[in-house]
């Protein structure tokens, strides 16, 4: 069965959005309407009226997240409402069940729905002023601000937002998701911290360089470099400085669970052979370790030769060699398997003693 794709509609209500505003979210509706899409909104009039409007008028589906428990609240003609009986936690339910999101003006709960879909990476357009918001909020490759949108331009702005939900492939790691603490830091200065969407420069930087492409089938786009803003996604630090970032997945089942490295890379040429990559993930192993964890396989490509020698100095052992297994530049490569258990970990520490920073 084919899933019916669905908008969310964020805006102010009667009063909160001007009649400019209420008439490009009117079009808006029916542009989406004539696509296919369904319209979500919290159905409490001002821009959510409008767009349900424009959706209606060329037959197209809406649905009203009521914040209280009384179906009355929805407005005529809607096709279904939600009474969610959640107040403001509604905006969270409203983040997650649209394919992408359109943000109007509005007041300070258009201003929370902005921020959590900023947050969580959702596909955002928004349109208008925020006078709240910076444009640093919005330097994230998953939102585009369209300042001063006319009404003739709906069907730009609906292109805009389909282009947003095609490269902005959701990471399936959500809040809560990580499994081990941010804000580490060892002896010797080197730490990891959560990726924030303040990194997506560094994130240009790290995989649009050419040492970093030999061996990384990455390219550095928006809807890529969208899918390292989540929980496991840390940046390595020197002495607090962005220096690289180290991306982790785990197994669904949870009677395999175990740990994979998905990405380990220092930014700077300068800072590579410092190895500040081999503290970085010591300092990673330890805290899996020390958490629970039994096992962190990594599969760096057999000719990765600086990639294989970080490992094997945290204590990464070889346990055979994948044929095929990554795809790059329109060829396919073979990688190494290799793994970490907590005693491999000790028998590396002893025989290897941490290098100080500057003297690796």
Same mark, same amino acid.
């Given at each position: 069965?084919?899933?019916?794709?669905?908008?969310?509609?964020?805006?102010?209500?009667?009063?909160?959005?001007?009649?400019?505003?209420?008439?490009?979210?009117?079009?808006?509706?029916?542009?989406?309407?004539?696509?296919?899409?369904?319209?979500?909104?919290?159905?409490?009039?001002?821009?959510?009226?409008?767009?349900?409007?424009?959706?209606?008028?060329?037959?197209?589906?809406?649905?009203?997240?009521?914040?209280?428990?009384?179906?009355?609240?929805?407005?005529?003609?809607?096709?279904?409402?939600?009474?969610?009986?959640?107040?403001?936690?509604?905006?969270?339910?409203?983040?997650?069940?649209?394919?992408?999101?359109?943000?109007?003006?509005?007041?300070?709960?258009?201003?929370?729905?902005?921020?959590?879909?900023?947050?969580?990476?959702?596909?955002?357009?928004?349109?208008?002023?925020?006078?709240?918001?910076?444009?640093?909020?919005?330097?994230?490759?998953?939102?585009?601000?369209?300042?001063?949108?006319?009404?003739?331009?709906?069907?730009?702005?609906?292109?805009?937002?389909?282009?947003?939900?095609?490269?902005?492939?959701?990471?399936?790691?959500?809040? /809560? !998701? #990580?499994?081990?603490?941010?804000?580490? $830091?060892?002896?010797?200065?080197? @730490?990891?911290? *959560? %990726?924030?969407?303040?990194?997506?420069?560094?994130?240009?930087?790290?995989?649009?360089?050419?040492?970093?492409?030999?061996?990384?089938?990455?390219?550095?786009?928006?809807?890529?470099?969208?899918?390292?803003?989540?929980?496991?996604?840390?940046?390595?630090?020197?002495?607090?400085?962005?220096?690289?970032?180290?991306?982790?997945?785990?197994?669904?089942?949870?009677?395999?669970?175990?740990?994979?490295?998905?990405?380990?890379?220092?930014?700077?040429?300068?800072?590579?052979?410092?190895?500040?990559?081999?503290?970085?993930?010591?300092?990673?192993?330890?805290?899996?370790?020390?958490?629970?964890?039994?096992?962190?396989?990594?599969?760096?490509?057999?000719?990765? /030769? !600086? #990639?294989?020698?970080?490992?094997?100095? $945290?204590?990464?052992?070889?346990? @055979?060699?994948? *044929? %095929?297994?990554?795809?790059?530049?329109?060829?396919?490569?073979?990688?190494?398997?290799?793994?970490?258990?907590?005693?491999?970990?000790?028998?590396?520490?002893?025989?290897?003693?941490?290098?100080?920073?500057?003297?690796?």
């Amino acid at each position: 069965m084919t899933r019916r794709r669905a908008i969310a509609v964020l805006g102010g209500r009667p009063g909160n959005a001007g009649a400019d505003v209420l008439r490009l979210a009117e079009m808006i509706g029916k542009e989406l309407a004539q696509r296919g899409y369904g319209l979500i909104s919290g159905g409490e009039g001002g821009v959510a009226a409008a767009a349900n409007k424009g959706c209606q008028a060329v037959g197209g589906d809406t649905l009203a997240l009521l914040k209280w428990n009384r179906l009355a609240d929805a407005e005529d003609g809607t096709t279904w409402a939600l009474p969610t009986s959640m107040d403001l936690a509604r905006s969270n339910i409203l983040n997650w069940c649209g394919d992408g999101m359109i943000a109007f003006e509005g007041r300070y709960g258009t201003l929370t729905e902005i921020g959590l879909a900023l947050d969580t990476g959702r596909p955002l357009l928004v349109l208008g002023n925020h006078p709240f918001l910076t444009a640093e909020a919005f330097e994230a490759p998953t939102c585009r601000v369209v300042p001063n949108p006319r009404v003739e331009d709906a069907a730009e702005l609906v292109d805009l937002l389909e282009t947003l939900i095609a490269a902005g492939e959701q990471a399936s790691v959500r809040p /809560g !998701a #990580a499994i081990v603490e941010d804000d580490q $830091v060892d002896e010797s200065g080197i @730490g990891l911290r *959560r %990726a924030i969407p303040e990194d997506v420069e560094l994130f240009r930087r790290t995989f649009g360089d050419a040492d970093v492409l030999a061996w990384r089938a990455l390219e550095p786009t928006d809807g890529v470099l969208s899918r390292f803003q989540h929980e496991r996604c840390l940046v390595m630090l020197e002495h607090d400085r962005p220096v690289g970032f180290l991306e982790y997945r785990t197994e669904a089942d949870p009677e395999f669970a175990h740990i994979q490295i998905a990405a380990l890379a220092v930014s700077a040429s300068a800072d590579r052979g410092r190895e500040i990559g081999t503290r970085a993930l010591r300092l990673f192993a330890e805290s899996v370790f020390a958490g629970g964890g039994h096992r962190i396989a990594a599969a760096p490509n057999s000719g990765n /030769g !600086a #990639a294989v020698r970080c490992l094997e100095k $945290v204590g990464f052992r070889h346990v @055979g060699r994948m *044929r %095929a297994h990554e795809r790059h530049l329109g060829g396919w490569r073979d990688a190494l398997l290799m793994d970490l258990v907590p005693s491999d970990l000790s028998d590396a520490s002893s025989k290897a003693p941490r290098t100080a920073v500057g003297h690796g």
